[in-house]
């Protein structure tokens, strides 16, 4: 025998389906939130290591293009990293602009090693903006912009070169 569902039943079920769906895209939203993030940290690991890399090219030519030591710390901030990035393109110019090395043989290796490791920290910025910019879009999109203030997400500074 089938039971008889009155209006009451029908808007408890409403109401059930409703809060079932705003709790799953809830979740699904706060897990977007957290692949963005794990995204922005792997990419600025990439970003760490392209600037460690040219860094250590730029420490073999040190010898005849004197420059001051760069502080390089593992899990700088990003500022601390846009400083660094700035004070090795100064040094990378001189670099390149050297006389010096004229007379070494593995010039052309070194400028070629520090040229192919400027491409790939470049690379690398640019796949850390993209990722940075997806995710300070999408907080301040609606809904998503109303879950990313209850679990306190705020924007990710960009990697200006």
């Known amino acids: 025998?089938?039971?008889?569902?009155?209006?009451?039943d029908?808007?408890?079920?409403a109401l059930?389906?409703?809060?079932?769906?705003?709790?799953?895209?809830?979740v699904?939203?706060?897990?977007?939130?957290?692949?963005?993030?794990i995204k922005i940290a792997s990419a600025d690991d990439k970003v760490e290591e392209c600037l460690k890399r040219r860094?250590?090219?730029?420490?073999?030519?040190?010898?005849?293009?004197?420059?001051?030591?760069?502080?390089?710390?593992k899990n700088m901030t990003i500022d601390q990293k846009i400083i660094v990035n700035r004070k090795l393109n100064e040094i990378s110019a001189n670099v390149l602009n050297s006389d010096k090395f004229k007379s070494i043989n593995d010039f052309g290796n070194i400028i070629d090693g520090l040229k192919e490791s400027e491409r790939?920290?470049?690379?690398?910025?640019?796949?850390?903006?993209?990722?940075?910019?997806?995710f300070n879009h999408r907080l301040t999109l609606f809904p998503s912009k109303v879950i990313a203030n209850i679990i306190n997400l705020k924007p990710v500074k960009v990697f200006e070169s």
Not at 28 to 37: D, E, I, P, S
Not at 58 to 67: A, E, I, N
Not at 120 to 134: E, G
């Open 10 to 13: 029908i808007i408890v079920i």
């Open 120 to 134: 790939q920290l470049q690379s690398a910025i640019d796949d850390y903006n993209l990722i940075v910019d997806k």
């Open 55 to 73: 860094y250590e090219l730029l420490t073999k030519v040190k010898d005849f293009v004197p420059f001051d030591a760069v502080d390089f710390d």
């Open 16 to 26: 059930v389906a409703v809060i079932l769906l705003l709790l799953v895209y809830i």
């Open 28 to 37: 699904a939203a706060v897990n977007g939130f957290k692949r963005l993030l």
């Open 1 to 8: 025998m089938i039971a008889s569902i009155n209006a009451i």
